[in-house]
């Protein structure tokens, strides 16, 4: 599907990252071996989350907005002013999230 509309290297960057960490089909994120010990990192964790979110509703409008010119031209100018209005300023200003993970070693 990705191919058929144009999107194939972006579906491969977006979804092979992605799904191998959110799936831990790999356990280099989550268990290191070195040093004489084995360190273990939480399987579940926000960090990164404000690349995630903003990368997430960039794509949405985007889309959002190659459906409007496509199907309702008209409705653009209302969709950008809503933007500029209303979701602009949180957008911009989304909050900081300080990560505290707890590391176990063995």
């Not at 990705?2 to 280099?28: L, N, P, W």
């Not at 399987?43 to 690349?51: A, D, L, M, Q």
């Not at 903003?54 to 969709?79: C, D, H, M, Q, W």
């Amino acid at each position: 599907m990705a191919r058929a509309i144009g999107k194939s290297s972006q579906y491969v960057i977006v979804y092979s990252g992605a799904s191998e960490v959110m799936h831990t089909s790999s356990y280099e994120h989550h268990v290191r071996i070195g040093d004489g010990e084995l360190t273990f990192q939480p399987i579940r964790s926000v960090e990164g989350f404000e690349n995630v979110f903003r990368f997430t509703v960039i794509n949405a409008l985007s889309t959002f907005k190659r459906i409007l010119e496509e199907y309702r031209p008209g409705e653009l100018t209302a969709f950008r002013r809503k933007y500029t209005e209303k979701w602009q300023k949180e957008f911009i200003n989304f909050p900081k999230i300080t990560v505290k993970a707890e590391t176990t070693r063995i």
